[in-house]
Each structure stands twice: as C-alpha cells, then as structure tokens.
C-alpha cells in the first residue's frame, strides 16, 4: 500500500496525571485488556463506505483523506510517499 502524506506532524500527545496516578505500562496494558472483553455501546462506530456519494468521506479530486495515529511522526514527512508494510487503521475527519 502506498499513501502519500500531507498536513503536519507533531510529538505525541501525553496525558497528564498526578504522579500518585500514574501506572506502569503492564498496569495499562492489563487495564485495557480487561476493557477489551466488553464493546460498550458508545464504542460502536459505524464502517464508512468509500464511495463519491458517501457523506463519510472527503474528496480532493482523486484523493481522500484519511486519519491515522502513530507514535513515529519522524518517519511521515509532508508531501511524501511512504510505503506501508502492512495493514493501518484509518479514520476519516467526519
């Protein structure tokens, strides 16, 4: 898959937490598989259809914009094709 990158890039957000809050990444990660086991009925997001008609979407000509997260924004520079390994989870901006 090849994607070209546009818009900005910036540091990761980091959630702020009072130093008593704080939990160890195998804390969070145990936390998250617990919360995992359930789909909660605000976590349900309808798939979007890519197609010119769809009101899910935004188009640029050919193009559409997509959104994804990542931890490595040196890697993603504006303007160029990256070469995706393998699959990436993507969100439109509607």
Known sequence: MRILVRGRTGEPIKA???????????????????D???TK?????????????????????DQILLLTANDTPELYEEGKTVELPGEVWTFTDR
Do not use: H, N
């Open 41 to 61: 009925e605000d976590e349900i997001f309808p798939l979007v259809e890519i197609t010119r008609d769809s009101g899910q979407v935004s188009w640029k000509e």
């Open 36 to 38: 995992a086991v359930t």
């Open 16 to 34: 702020e937490q009072p130093e008593a809050e704080q939990r160890s990444l195998e804390q969070l990660y145990e936390e998250a598989v617990a």
